[in-house]
């Protein structure tokens, strides 16, 4: 959440700030500029009346008698009405910090100011499309006539938006997460195995609740199915002060969304799942080197397309397009023949102090130095399930096969090429 005291120190700049991202996130702001008057109002007003009891104590020991009685009320006067400022002061600030937690993070000015994605900007890309003598499929139509991807089955099975995975695409997803986290970890990633459920604590730590309740899977114990692992590993140094940075985290893990927002979108093959698998890179930073880790991250994301041979692009998002806890977000998009689109691979993130401040994340920068928040970053290194519909399409061959890197061939056992499976 943003800091309430900047925010009430900074109000003309809050406001311009959450503008470029909409009209309704610079609406976000009244209510707690209202509320802020509040609290100033109450917390005056309280220290008044308590400096008031403190005289009024005082002058007790000097009094007797009619005096000393009247005296005596006037104090129980100001106590009932300390308490009842208190109370009140009490819930404006859990108003006020319920209200914080639906107002976005603000953008970073080095973003570009835009309503949606047409406003991105392409900052580079690398390699070239692959050019095809052929008029080439989409991958759910190759997965299927491969037998390596059953959708039918799924359904029955489970409903929309699942699919089973079937010999060698099987082996290929589990090859794909063993050569990202060995990649990453390469790059000094420490690897950890979160868990797959979590508290509501944590969905708020980084960002998850209030806002996007729909979007998640509740059990009925009140615990949440992760829509991401970067949930889990932020989290992990919940309420903790940290005695060094930076720290650098890998993940890998299940993946569980709702889509309530997507409105029917991406239906078709495996781009947009219920449940899927992601590497999540999550760093911690001091403010300074933020934007700078960021540059890295995004680095570091990109290295798995490189080795695999893939071409994509690097995109800053626009202000409007930025995700709700985000300062700065690069997307990586992969390109996809069969689609003849760039699509999302992996999206790289820096939330200031946002996330770090509902957790209370903190660092110390010297011994005897006051905690500060740290800066908290996460990226997919990279989505595998869009992985895998990038190797068909870009890997595919007239005769329906599908070539694979030369990277993945010992995960797969030598195995070279996808061929129909029975």
Known sequence: MLDLRWVVANLDEAKRRLATRSADAASALLPIEQLAAERKALIQA??????????????MRTLRGEEQARLRAELKALSDEVKEKEARLKQVE??????LLAVPNLPHESVPVGSDPKDNVVVRSWGEKPRLSFTPRQHDELG?????????????????????????????????????IDLHRERGYVELLPPYLVNADSMRGT?????????LFKTTTGLYLIPTAEVPV?????????????????AFSPCFRSEAGSY?????????????????????ETPENAHQALEQLVDDAQEPLRRLGLHHRVVALCTGDLGFSAEKTYDIEVWLPGQEAY????????????????????????????PRFAHTLNGSGLAVGRTVVALLENGQQQDGTVVLPQALRPYMGGVERLTPTA
């Open 94 to 99: 859990e108003q006020i910090e319920a209200a």
């Open 46 to 59: 309280t220290e008044t009346r308590r400096a008031e009891q403190k005289r009024a104590s005082e002058q």
């Open 264 to 284: 029917g979108k991406d239906t078709k093959g495996i781009i947009r799942q219920h449940q899927f698998h992601k590497v999540e890179l999550v760093r911690f």
């Open 234 to 250: 932020t989290n992990y140094h919940r309420d903790e002060i940290l005695a060094s940075l930076p720290l650098k985290y890998c």
């Open 144 to 180: 299927e006539r491969l037998g390596l991807l059953d959708f039918a089955r799924a359904g029955k099975v489970s409903g929309a938006r699942f699919v089973f995975y079937r010999g060698d695409l099987a082996r290929l997803e589990r090859a794909l997460v063993s050569f990202f």
């Open 343 to 370: 699509r999302e691979i992996s999206s790289c993130s820096t939330f200031s102090d946002y996330q770090a401040r509902r957790a209370q994340i903190r660092f110390r920068p010297g011994p005897q130095d006051k």
């Open 207 to 215: 960002g998850q609740l209030p806002k996007f309740e729909q979007d």
